[in-house]
Every structure is written in structure tokens, then in C-alpha cells.
């Protein structure tokens, strides 16, 4: 199983961003979903997750501002972040809980590479 992250960069205070994660090999099932970022010097902390039925969770910091969603079809999970502020800036991971084809009673966590988000003040 595979995670592949895009859609980062730098943008200015106040702009938007879109981040997408796409899973491929074999899946036979993807539970939750979620967002994680790391800005130097910090622990890795959850921005933002979504449960295959669609319930969402988000760190006080980015309530109201961002917005994770997914495609079941696609294997993808999204976040919209709107309003970035300097301190958003960090490496943004992918996490995904995945059952695989081979093995369907397991639950195992997989991890996109990172997309790195800067933003400006």
C-alpha cells in the first residue's frame, strides 16, 4: 500500500490551499482517514481526520478554517485549508487505516510521504 501526498506550497497569510492523499495497491477497505502536520521543533499532531462514513475531527487550531473530506471510489482524503496563517506552517502527512485484500482481518496504518506547506506572513 502506497499514500502520495500533493498540493503543497507557499502561500501568503490569508490564502487557500488544497492538499490531496491517494491510496493504491491492495486495498480492500480504508477505516479512517486523517491529517497530520510537524513544523520544526514540534511534535507531529493531528490536524484533521474523517471515518468512512464521513464524521470529521479537527484540532482546535484549524476549526472553521479547514475542511477534510474523501472518495471512497478514489481511496483519497482532501483538505481544504483556507485562512493559513504563518503558524500552519508545516510538513503535512497522510495517515491511513487500511485492511488489506490479503488479509481482511487487520487493520494496519500507513503514511504518505509529506507535503510541505509554507505560508508567508
Given amino acids: 500500500v502506497q499514500l502520495q501526498a500533493s498540493g503543497g506550497g507557499l502561500v501568503q497569510a490569508g490564502g487557500s490551499l488544497r492538499l490531496s492523499c491517494a491510496a493504491s495497491g ?7 482517514m486523517g491529517w497530520y502536520r510537524q513544523a520544526p521543533g514540534k511534535q507531529r499532531e493531528l490536524v484533521a481526520s474523517v471515518t468512512r462514513g464521513g464524521s470529521t475531527n479537527y484540532a482546535d487550531s484549524v ?5 477534510i ?3 471512497n471510489v478514489k481511496n483519497t482524503v482532501y ?6 496563517k504563518p503558524e500552519d506552517t ?21 503514511w504518505g510521504k509529506g507535503t510541505q506547506v509554507t505560508v508567508s506572513s
Fill in 69 to 71: 473530506s474523501r472518495d
Fill in 26 to 32: 491492495s486495498i480492500f477497505r480504508i477505516n479512517d
Fill in 90 to 110: 508545516a510538513t503535512y502527512y497522510c495517515k491511513s487505516a487500511v485492511v488489506q485484500k490479503w488479509n481482511t482481518q487487520t487493520v494496519a496504518d500507513y
Fill in 79 to 84: 483538505l481544504q485549508m483556507n485562512s493559513l
Fill in 63 to 67: 476549526k472553521g478554517r479547514f475542511t
